[in-house]
């Protein structure tokens, strides 16, 4: 059994990092800094003189072709300006909340008046850094966030040092020990031996990211790949199966929030599309195959945990696309729900690092829910091998017979081998014509 520190610190981790996130996480933490820094200025939106923005490389990639929810419009500048002006810090990821039509049409003239400007911080000290500086009838604040989306490390009200005064703004743990170190084996034992009742919170994931798929099942979002799917030409194609559903129900909850609906998902590690990849797989599979209650958590306890354990180690954002990990996550929640233990929890793993391994993220955008599609249909299939008692070996590529150095395998290529393929996704990004 775990030990009840490890299993608070555990429980405090997950309700940490799997949280509700209305939009792209990426502009929305724009949006987020933004709302702290006009907060902290001392005049109204309509004196606001300027408002620049000094973003990491990899905030600019996953922001430049991404909806914002309740908008119809594509990118940071309306994120921005709506941050300015309906923008709460307190909401943390939540913080566009209330845009409305009239908010949008105000947010258009304050994008009209050329005050925002957007800048590439070529030596950010770190992939996510976002540094808002904001002008206005002679006062002047700056919000800074590092780190995890919602993580201020620096607020300034005319050139003094004031403190985030929300938790939900700060993004923290109450300390530094907090944060427990994990191995899949501590994973599977939390999720399977924790009193269910403590872990019963994780169905709210179950209720949001089901709710966004919904939502893009009965209208045009994104690629409508979710739709397209769910279509009678797909069954003609696919059939009618679980299989079939886990794939239009996962991506269309990833066209619902990539192409702007005004819902909020249950994120993960700062991600919604890995909420998304986390949950949905999972839940179909659940649903499919009448799971009750207890297993239902267990077996999304395992995917979120396990998602956030791969991206402890990988970083908040990186060259390799999340869905990797976060549908790792769903292969070893489904793989139990299929009765497997932590021998063939493992096996999957393996089998999911063996071949998603370097699907790069070039960005958040509405064909993010292609890749989703692609990462959980490998979830099945890694499940279904690794239930038949068949694994990747350590003869095979990256793959250890350890599972846990066969993710550090994996974050290692994710978080430091692939750092000149960024750089160069983003070039090829911002050079097109």
């Not at 267990?298 to 402890?312: C, G, N, P, V, W």
């Not at 999911?352 to 299939?381: H, Q």
Request: glycine residues 8%.
């Amino acid at each position: 059994m775990i030990e009840e520190d490890l299993k608070r610190r555990i429980l405090r981790l997950i309700k940490h990092e799997v949280v509700p996130a209305m939009g792209c996480t990426e502009p929305v933490a724009v949006s987020l800094a933004v709302a702290r820094a006009m907060e902290l200025l001392k005049c109204p939106a309509d004196e606001v003189e300027s408002i620049e923005c000094r973003l990491s490389a990899n905030i600019v990639k996953n922001a430049m072709g991404v909806g914002i929810p309740g908008t119809g419009m594509i990118g940071l500048p309306i994120a921005i300006a709506l941050g300015a002006l309906v923008g709460k810090a307190d909401l943390g990821l939540e913080v566009l909340r209330d845009v409305d039509s009239e908010a949008v049409e105000k947010g258009k003239q304050l994008i009209d008046r050329n005050i925002i400007s957007i800048n590439l911080e070529e030596d950010a000290p770190d992939k996510l850094y976002i540094d808002i500086r904001i002008k206005g009838a002679g006062h002047t604040s700056r919000a800074v966030i590092k780190g995890t989306h919602t993580n201020f490390v620096l607020c300034e009200s005319d050139g003094k040092k004031v403190m985030a005064d929300n938790a939900a703004a700060t993004g923290k743990c109450t300390d530094s020990h907090a944060v427990p170190e994990l191995n899949l084996h501590t994973v599977w034992e939390f999720a399977t031996t924790t009193d269910v009742d403590e872990l019963a919170f994780i169905l709210e994931t179950r209720h949001l990211n089901k709710a966004a798929a919904e939502w893009a099942l009965m209208d045009n979002y994104g690629h409508s790949v979710g739709r397209t799917l769910h279509s009678e030409r797909q069954r003609k194609v696919m059939g009618d199966s679980t299989f079939s559903r886990i794939l239009s129900y996962t991506s269309a909850a990833c066209d619902a929030r990539m192409g702007g609906a005004p819902v909020a998902v249950m994120s993960n590690s700062g991600s919604g599309n890995q909420g998304i990849a986390a949950t949905m797989p999972v839940v179909v599979y659940a649903e499919e195959n009448f799971a009750d209650r207890e297993h239902t958590v267990r077996a999304l306890t395992l995917s979120h945990l396990t998602a956030i354990y791969i991206k402890q180690n990988l970083g908040c954002l990186s060259a390799l696309c999340g869905c990797v990990v976060a549908a790792t996550g769903s292969s070893a929640g489904i793989c139990y729900l299929m009765g497997g233990g932590y021998e063939q929890i493992a096996a999957t793993v393996k089998n999911m690092v063996a071949n998603l391994t370097g699907m790069i993220c070039d960005g958040a955008k509405p064909s993010c829910a292609l890749k989703l599609s692609s990462g959980v249909s490998t979830a099945v299939i890694s499940a279904m091998v690794a239930m038949e008692g068949q694994s990747a070996s350590s003869l095979e590529g990256i793959i250890d017979e350890d599972v846990d150095r066969t993710i550090a395998n994996l974050t290692a290529i994710g978080r430091d081998g692939m750092t000149q393929t960024d750089s160069l996704i983003l070039h090829i990004m911002t050079s097109k014509k």
